[in-house]
């Protein structure tokens, strides 16, 4: 093989020093700088070492034994362990709930879950951007330009934070609700730095008969230990990111209710054909084995007690951040914090973030 192509076997240094070089710089910034931003974080060695492995080579469009390609036999071992390690991470029942490990990152994972349960111009309500909200839940501009593909393709009207409290108002939005009558209303966001109230959008759901969709991309490493309310009592689908709290690989999951509805007799959840189908074929190609082997990897970690003990110093230290910047007249949305997130309001500083 060396002799068709000299460069296989080349160490990274050697092959490519400008690359090596500017890899060597961006190690050196996170070494050295103070990191702020939540929705970053550092994987661990191991996660490394799995996106750098022979895995990036293979190609398996399809699931699990339903392949079209060949050779797939320790690729679907590990998308196998993969799918369960995530079902253990959030203490799921298997019988109850199943997990697309596929998408290759949050959007994609929102947009096949939109594009399973939904048909193109029904609505949808998210938390709006400016209130803490994502792009991916449905944004336009004041003016009316719709940004995201979820604005484009589905009709959209946010729900927001209550201006003087920075809360979520929940009356409002069961009253946009009742109005609106949403198809999915998706809780979630990316700048919130309070608890979610599950079961307030569950009954708003309900009374329109809507899905409800939890995006829990930015808190879904607190979820898995305990550190935060769990989505999954109430909500019909979650999503999420892998690579914030969760400390993994840049990917995404779809977890999703399976087998009897209870209360229903004869009925049966439909999720999981529908949003397997929204993935591969209708939205992506063949999955990324390199960065499932790492979310394998990443999955296992977050069952250690060590990841436990992790975030509850990511919590304190939040809130003690919080705490400090308040005892020195600085104004905070919503007043502290009850997870990973400080948001600041700079307004008074003059600054616009």
Known sequence: MEDLFPMARTPLEQADPEVFGLIEEERQRQKCGIELIASENFTSLGVMQALGSVLTNKYSEGLPGARYYG?????DKVENLCKKRALDAFDLDP?????NVQPY???PANFAVYTALLNPHERVMGLDLPSGGHLTHGYYTKGGKKISATSIYFESLPYKVNKDTGYIDYDKLEEKALDFRPKMI????SAYPRDWDYARFRAIADKVGAYLLADMAHISGLVAAGEAASPFEYCDVVTSTTHKSLRGPRSGLIFFRKGPIEGKEGASYD????INFAVFPSLQGGPHNHQIGALCVALKQVKDPAFKKYIQKVKSNSVSLADYLISKGYDLVTKGTENHLVLW???PQGLTG
């Open 71 to 75: 050779g797939n036999e320790v690729v």
């Open 95 to 99: 019988e109850k709930w199943g997990v």
């Open 105 to 107: 990152s949050g959007s």
């Open 186 to 189: 998706i809780c979630g966001g």
């Open 271 to 274: 999720y999981e054909d529908k």
């Open 345 to 347: 309001n700079l307004r």
